[in-house]
């Protein structure tokens, strides 16, 4: 087999905790065979959103970070673009990694595309069919930008085929003759790896907390559509505190940087009665072992976060959804993930549901063995490897 250069793109949160999945293949099976260089655009750049993630799940510094913060959509995708094709250029790898659908993962396939580097899309296919998100627009891009794209959901592999993406394709790929797989999640890989870890690293973390297992509901709210429209925000918030209060739950929100704010800037002092509330546990952003530690013994979840969705169902959880549609539809058709939007009759309807019916939830394995990563990369180096 020969020896490739792989160049890994993260940049937001869940970026790094995807890429840890394979950086840790890396090491263990495949050390011999694949040099891998990590770029960190600089998309996230708190500690608690990037570099806690580096140290606890034991991924390589990057190499480059190329500092790009925040910015408006354009300007920050642009920023990242003229960084990644720097290092490309420097580095001449054989294939290119991509995660997910943020502006870094969209950056890195226009970056690697336009050089002829084959961009490898890892979560391909995924769709909303709702092109107001800015990552439906980033996924549609990278995936056709893509030579290996790896579907994590039959909903995903399917997408790709109703957009031309043909399963029957033979080598040697390349961006005009591209080979699709129907893989699993590299996160459930995680979950897997990640969880009897959690419970010994963070055997604390819950009483420090003040939490008793099954006795809190765990939420996060980071979308733009959810945190920028302060009248959704504030109308979804409003809800669970209610909700909270009458059914004597605490609710524990480990809240993203931009919804926290918005609640400062725009509704301050409906922020100052949500920090004052008994029922409601505000934190910043916690680290990955102390949020699966915090999914694994919750009573339920509500999230508009696309990670914390699937985790739900790793941890056997229900889940309220604070979306029109999703990307993961399995959950839904599987009864354990409800879409509510931010309507206030419907989150109040499935919580109550979801408290107060007992559960009999079924919650199938549609996400893969948890050998995910392994496959992956297997099938990259199939791809470099000599006749
Ligand atoms: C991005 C992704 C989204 C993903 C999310 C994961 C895009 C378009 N969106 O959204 O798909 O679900 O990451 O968390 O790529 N901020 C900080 N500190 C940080 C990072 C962000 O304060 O370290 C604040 C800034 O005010 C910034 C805002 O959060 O303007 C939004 O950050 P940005 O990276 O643009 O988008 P996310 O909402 O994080
Ligand atoms: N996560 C975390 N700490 C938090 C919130 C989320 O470690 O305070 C993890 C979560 O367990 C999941 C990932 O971050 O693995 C999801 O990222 P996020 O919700 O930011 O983005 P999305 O998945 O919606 O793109």
Redesign the pocket.
Known sequence: MSHIKLVNIVG???QIIKASAISRAIRNHYAKDITEIIVHTG????KE??EVFFDELEIHKPHYNLGVG?AT?GR?TSMMITGIEEVLLKEKPDCVVLYG????TLAGALAASKLHFPVIHIEAGLRSFNKTM??EL?RIMSDHASTLLFAPTNAAFKNLMAEGFRPENSPPYTIDNPKIYLTGDIMYDNTLFFAGLAEKKKAHFLEKMLLTRNNYVLATI?R?SNTDDIVRLKEILVTLKSLAEEKDIVLVMPL???TV?SLKTRLKSFYEDLNNCAHIKILPPVSYLEMILLEKNCRMIITD??GVQKESHFFKKPCIVLRNETEWIELVNNGTAKLAGADPDKIRTEFLRFTDTPSGHKYPGFYGDGKTAEFILNEILLMFEKE
């Not at 998309?43 to 708190?46: G, L, T, V």
């Not at 659908?101 to 870094?104: G, K, P």
């Open positions: 937001a949160r869940p998309q996230h750049y708190d959103m990037s925040s959509h920050q659908d943020t502006n870094s800015p990552e980033n980071h733009d993203h940087p931009r704010v976060s696309g």
